[in-house]
């Protein structure tokens, strides 16, 4: 086990030193200058100034001198400066997690409660009423991009008849979590029906798969009610493949829901890399983009030590 | 079976009760609190106020901040404001300002000559400002010596007492009208920040302020409350909350009450607006321009082949199909009906047989790709209208290639210069600054070289001291614009502001709502 995480942990340095490289010098391909971007093209009036600060954020130094040097400070958690709001990164993210974190958790947790019961329910039941709705659902949800579930969400219940405001978290005169409570009905409504689709089919499936395990058929035999079997022997050992998942949701929690945050104006980490890449605010692209690479690979290693704890043939595997 | 349907129609039930019980409640305007939507700066929904020194106008800027004088809805005529009046010397070259006393700023010190001056010097110094203030200040006698550097002072602005005396290099016009937009800012708050990164400053989360609002409650991300300022000395405002907003769908918002206010110039938005009937719109002439900016260098190269796309296209018919009464087709820019419009320049008239004479008299090469760009890419409208540019150049035989900017404007437009049409708008202060455009090096010069015709003739524009002589150098700049064709003026954007019905004491002339004029916004009440 112990030279198994040594492996991992090898691999995990050199990828993460690989992606920064490639974040920094993909952002530095773009055609877009990021001084030039802050003005708009009849403001240039002011050029001497806009070529001292130029000098000021470095970005006069070689491109090389500029990586190490960008490197470092993310190595010591000085994430710099947006150029867009001028804020240190770190607090906005510390100001736009939360609301990130809010959105995204409460549509894992309700779509995971979800997805568990009907894909338990679909698979116990197979071919009745339960499996062929949640199949009609996991349909729905993977054809439908979440995006477009959200706008037709916007457009019934808050446009056509206005029982949900339109966007934002907050609005002026909501102070509790209650008051702002009808904000969030509609993204994470939209977020949960995007995350139920894979997550059932999943369930159902592994459930399907488990049914058929000489365990289950002895438990059976044995007379065991038909509930506890279904709840200890059943779903228990269904779990797996269905954590496996969730754990690649994981990077979700720092990126955000990109799209259902830019459709209901919520001011999370999707909005501000919206914001960033249409400002060229290449500062905010570079930490977000290195911060969502960091969970992926993170997932990753714990999805491998999962994976090897629960099947000891993956570390066998992993040694060859 | 049965036990199951109940239990799903329970859960609908419940979950129809709860969205019924937590709806989100229609806010109309009360004199307690009115909601405004602005393009807030930082991007990403309300982020920070824009810098008063770069972008003006916002109901925000109108709120809390303040200058030496208010502009009047012409914005050419002053009133006193900060500064008790102004006196000019008989040469014109030096300007007294007396400034008032006993104003206070936000935080209770007193609005000083100090601030003034720093703000001034400043201006020249920060990354980010708008062109009106720098091209004005530039005339202040030692402006070069901040301008790019460390130094924090011009020499040709001086105090004695309440009094602030500015020396110019030569008479300005236009300098008093510029100093009713340009906002003072405190020096005492911000002196030690860092100059060059003023609009990305903390301070504009929650400024000290010397005007009637202050900023109450500063959420990020999602909304501003300003309150009254109770520092301030004028007449105290009606209206207890102004909540700004950034607003996703405006139309929307507005008929469910969650809007008061807004300004747009987006034709989808104008149109749906007509359905809204709790809003009342004032539409403004506004020197709001759209032209194409010609590359002289490449199949444009000569004037005659510029001519031709006067006629090659049908811009009478193409500007009123997709903005209506908003959008007035101009071939000038000192547009027919404003005055000095020199009337000896044709109308645009679509005559295809004249356009391909004038390119074959030009030697036009048909074979060479006209690539044509914009960077308004998000704007429908302005997608169609060069969609049907490019359809009506290729019916005269061009290859026309239409694609938006990849990089950013500024340095596609004016350092790549990988174009030879390019869609660019000009939200000018007045007519001067259309022609000023043609003597700016960092951006026309860069593609047209040094023209010391329109130098020459801008800088007595600034100059001019009677309607007269204004008249006259406005002629000659046309005429000279309409020999060159650098850029071929297309159409004017009327700016339209939208207002609740239930909100009265507003002006009874709006002014342009890109700049800051007297809006009366301390008497604005709702009911």
Redesign the interface.
């Known amino acids: 086990m112990v030279s198994f995480l040594i492996r991992r942990i090898a691999i995990f340095v050199p990828m993460a030193l690989t992606i920064s490289a490639l974040i920094f010098f993909a952002s530095r391909l773009?055609?877009?200058?990021p001084?030039?971007?802050?003005?708009?093209?009849?403001?240039?009036?002011?050029?001497?100034?806009?070529?001292?600060?130029r000098q000021?954020l470095g970005l006069n130094d070689h491109i090389i001198l500029q990586y190490f040097h960008w490197l470092k400070n993310i190595a010591t958690g000085e994430f710099g400066?947006?150029?867009?709001?001028?804020?240190k990164i770190s607090e906005i993210l510390a100001?736009?997690m939360p609301?990130t974190l809010e959105l995204v958790l409460s549509a894992l947790i309700l779509s995971t409660l979800l997805a568990l019961t009907l894909g338990l329910f679909a698979g116990a039941n197979k071919g009745g009423?339960?499996d062929k709705l949640s199949r009609i659902l996991a349909v729905v949800g993977i054809a439908m991009p979440d995006f477009f579930i959200g706008l037709a969400l916007l457009n019934i219940?808050?446009?056509r008849v206005?029982?949900?405001?339109?966007?934002?978290?907050?609005?002026?005169?909501q102070v509790t979590l209650w008051d702002r409570?009808?904000?969030l009905?509609l993204p994470v409504a939209t977020l949960t029906i995007a995350m139920l689709a894979v997550l059932i089919r999943y369930t159902r499936n592994s459930v399907l798969d488990t049914l058929n395990k000489d365990f289950v058929k002895t438990a059976r035999s044995k007379g065991v009610p038909e509930w506890r079997v279904l709840y200890s022997h059943v779903f228990r050992n269904s779990l797996g493949p269905v954590m496996v998942l969730l754990a690649f949701r994981l990077p979700l929690l720092v990126g955000g829901s990109i799209l259902v945050e830019a459709v209901f104006?919520w001011?999370g980490v999707g909005?501000?890399i919206?914001?960033?890449v249409?400002?060229?605010?290449y500062p905010v692209i570079m930490v977000v983009s290195m911060l969502i690479a960091m969970v992926i690979l993170i997932a990753s290693f714990l999805v491998d030590i999962v994976k090897s704890i629960l099947d000891p043939r993956v570390r066998l595997r992993g040694g060859n | 079976m049965r036990k199951f349907h109940k239990s799903f129609g329970a859960i609908g039930l419940a979950a129809a009760l709860a969205v019924s019980v937590l709806a989100a409640p229609t806010q109309a305007a009360t004199n307690n609190s009115i909601t405004v939507a602005e393009v807030t700066a930082g991007g990403g929904g309300v982020n920070t106020i824009s810098t008063p020194w770069f972008a003006s106008g916002s109901i925000s800027h109108h709120a809390m901040f303040r200058a030496l004088f208010k502009a009047n809805a012409d914005l050419v005529s002053v009133k006193p404001d900060l500064a008790s009046g102004y006196k000019f010397s008989k040469d014109g070259k030096t300007l007294t300002v007396t400034l008032n006393s006993g104003i206070k700023w936000s935080d209770g010190k007193d609005v000083s000559v100090d601030d003034v001056v720093w703000s001034i010097n400043n201006l020249l110094r920060v990354s980010k400002s708008n062109a009106i203030f720098v091209n004005a200040f530039k005339q202040i006698v030692g402006s070069e010596a901040v301008l790019g550097t460390n130094t924090t002072n011009m020499s040709g602005i001086t105090t004695k007492g309440n009094d602030i005396i500015f020396s110019l290099k030569a008479p300005v016009n236009t300098f008093v009208p510029v100093l009713a937009q340009f906002m003072i800012l405190p020096k005492h708050v911000l002196a030690g920040e860092d100059i060059l990164k003023l609009d990305t400053n903390n301070y504009f989360r929650n400024p000290v302020v010397c005007g009637p609002y202050k900023v109450g409650t500063f959420s990020q991300g999602n909304f501003i409350t300003l309150v009254p300022n109770d520092k301030y000395e004028g007449t105290k405002p009606i209206i207890k909350e102004i909540n700004i907003i950034v607003s996703s769908n405006l139309v929307a918002d507005a008929k469910s009450g969650k809007l008061d206010y807004f300004t747009t110039n987006d034709p989808d938005t104008i149109r749906a607006m007509s359905s809204v009937s709790t809003f009342k719109s004032a539409p403004l002439d506004v020197l709001f321009y759209r032209y194409l900016v010609i590359n002289p260098t490449g199949p444009f190269s000569n004037v005659k082949s510029r001519e031709a796309l006067k006629y090659a296209i049908d811009w009478n018919k193409l500007v009123p199909a997709i903005y209506g009464q908003q959008g007035k087709v101009i071939n000038s820019g000192v547009a027919s009906g404003m005055a000095f419009h020199d009337s000896s320049i044709p109308a645009y008239k679509f005559d295809k047989a004249k356009a391909t004479a004038l390119l074959k008299e030009a030697n036009f090469d048909f074979s060479k790709t006209i690539r044509l760009r914009t960077y308004n890419q998000t704007q429908p409208a302005v997608m169609i209208l060069l969609t049907a540019v490019a359809q009506q150049l290729t019916e005269i035989g061009m290859k026309v290639e239409f694609l938006p900017f990849q990089g950013d404007a500024t340095t596609e437009l004016w350092t790549n210069r990988n174009y030879e049409l390019a869609l660019k708008g000009l939200s000018a202060f007045n007519v001067g600054e259309w022609f000023a455009e043609y003597s700016n090096p960092a951006t026309f010069g860069k593609s047209i070289g040094d023209q010391p015709g329109f130098t020459a003739l801008n800088s007595q524009l600034i100059q001019a001291t009677t309607l007269r002589e204004t008249g006259k150098i406005l002629t000659s700049l046309q005429k000279l614009e309409q020999q060159n064709l650098y850029k071929l003026p297309m159409h004017f954007l009327k700016q339209v502001v939208f207002i609740s019905k239930n909100i009265s004491g507003t002006p009874t002339k709006w002014g342009n709502p890109l700049y800051v004029y007297q809006n009366n916004i301390t008497g604005w009440s709702a009911n």
């Open positions: 773009s055609p877009i200058d001084i030039n971007a802050m003005v708009p093209p009849d403001q240039a009036a002011d050029s001497a100034n806009l070529n001292q600060l000021e400066y947006s150029l867009q709001s001028g804020q100001l736009r609301a009423i339960a219940f808050a446009y206005s029982w949900l405001p339109t966007g934002n978290r907050v609005a002026p005169g409570l009808p904000n009905i104006q001011p909005t501000t919206i914001a960033a249409t400002a060229s605010d």
